[in-house]
């Protein structure tokens, strides 16, 4: 997979060869409030393949450690910067700092079915049942 980086940008990695996940370094510095969210730059740009996405998942050390939490979507086709919204579950700020690993990118394949509209969907033994619909 290609990659770029902007000035200040650190090149994603795996901290073990076997990771599912690139850890995404923050390229400045930011505050995520208690309570709150920010929006942090990694300077890092990527070509994911076709038939594939890229998911931005949560450090587990920010998660479990800082209640610091992230998620989100990077389209194949997509080569701008990828910016991360980190949200911030705790009672206390938590101050991000450039190099920080901030995310990991997970790379996984995707269906990519045509749409058809219908008139109604085949029955199923679930049906339209939803939360709770199974028990508690």
Not at 32 to 45: E, L, N, R
């Given at each position: 997979m290609k990659v770029t980086l902007d000035p200040g940008a650190i090149m994603p990695t795996r901290a073990h060869a076997l990771d599912a996940g690139l850890?995404?370094?923050?390229?400045?510095?930011?505050?995520?409030?208690?309570?709150?969210?920010?929006?942090?730059?990694?300077?890092?740009?990527?070509?994911?393949?076709?038939g594939a996405?890229?998911?931005?998942?949560?450090?587990?050390?920010?998660?479990?450690?800082?209640?610091?939490l992230s998620e989100g979507v990077i389209d194949a086709g997509y080569t701008g910067p990828i910016v991360v919204k980190l949200y911030n579950h705790g009672f206390e700020d938590v101050a991000v700092t450039p190099g920080m690993k901030i995310t990991q990118l997970v790379i996984l394949p995707i269906l990519t079915p045509e749409l058809?509209?219908?008139?109604?969907?085949?029955?199923?033994?679930?049906?339209?049942?939803g939360f709770g619909s199974t028990g508690a």
């Open positions: 850890d995404l370094y923050a390229r400045e510095a930011g505050v995520i409030p208690a309570g709150g969210s920010a929006v942090i730059d990694t300077g890092v740009h990527v070509s994911i393949p076709a996405v890229g998911m931005l998942k949560s450090k587990s050390g920010l998660n479990v450690k800082r209640n610091v058809e509209l219908t008139d109604a969907l085949e029955e199923t033994e679930r049906g339209d049942g």
